[in-house]
C-alpha cells in the first residue's frame, strides 16, 4: 500500500492510446467498493469515453482542467445529495480510490475539483458538467478524474517530502 501511495502522483499528461476494458471495470469495481457513511452509497459514476464528451468536459473549469482532453476516460464522480449529509466525504473517498488503482495499473490520474469551481462569470463547474452529461436536478458533482496512460513521469516522494510536523503526538 505505501508503495502505491509514494508512486501515485497527478499525472495531466496521457498517451493517445486506449484503456483497456478490463482495466475499465477494475476502475469501476475500485469505486462500488468505497466504504460510505451509514452504508448509503450516495454516489453514481458517469464513465465517459467519447472523445467529444470528454473535450467538453474538459472546458468545466476555467483553469485546471484544460489538460483532461487527452485522456482516454473521465470518470464523474456525483452523489444524489439528498441521500446523504456527508456525500462530500463519500465522493471524495471513490475519487481516492479510483486514483489508487488507477496507479496500481500502470496509470496515471488527476483529480479534477468540480464542486465549488466555476465554469465562467456567470455557470458553476457542477452546471456546466450537469449540461454536458444530462444528470439528473437532484444530483451534485465532486469531480473528475482523468485517466490515461502517462507521457510524463514524476518523481515518487520520499520521506524528505513528508511533513511530520504536522503530526502531533497525545496532544495538539
Ligand atoms: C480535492 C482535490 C482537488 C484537486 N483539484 C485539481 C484540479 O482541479 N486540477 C488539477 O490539475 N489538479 C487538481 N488536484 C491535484 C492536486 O493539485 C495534486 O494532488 C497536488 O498538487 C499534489 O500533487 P500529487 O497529486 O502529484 O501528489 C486536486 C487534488 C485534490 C485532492
Given amino acids: 500500500m505505501l508503495d502505491l501511495l509514494i508512486n501515485r502522483r497527478s499525472i495531466r499528461k496521457y498517451k493517445d492510446i486506449l484503456i483497456e476494458k478490463d482495466k475499465i471495470d477494475k476502475l469501476i469495481k475500485a469505486a462500488l467498493l468505497s466504504p460510505s457513511s451509514r452504508g448509503i452509497c450516495p454516489w453514481d459514476f458517469v464513465v465517459v469515453q467519447n ?3 470528454i473535450e467538453k468536459l474538459s472546458m468545466a473549469k476555467e483553469n485546471g482542467s484544460g489538460f483532461l482532453k487527452d485522456a ?3 470518470v464523474v464522480v456525483i452523489a444524489d ?3 446523504s ?5 463519500d465522493t471524495a473517498i471513490a475519487s481516492i480510490l479510483i486514483q ?3 496507479e496500481k495499473m500502470g496509470l496515471g490520474s488527476c483529480w479534477i475539483q468540480i464542486r465549488n469551481r466555476f465554469h465562467n462569470k456567470f455557470k458553476t463547474s457542477e452546471e ?3 449540461e454536458v452529461l444530462e444528470i439528473p436536478e437532484n444530483y451534485s458533482v465532486e469531480s473528475i478524474i482523468s485517466v490515461g496512460y502517462p507521457n510524463e513521469s514524476k518523481r515518487p516522494y520520499s520521506d524528505e517530502d513528508l511533513k511530520y510536523t504536522k503530526v502531533h503526538k497525545d496532544k495538539f
Fill in 51 to 53: 472523445k467529444e464528451t
Fill in 72 to 74: 482516454s476516460l473521465a
Fill in 81 to 83: 445529495s439528498t441521500k
Fill in 85 to 89: 449529509d456527508v456525500w462530500v466525504e
Fill in 100 to 102: 489508487l488503482q488507477a
Fill in 128 to 130: 456546466y458538467v450537469k
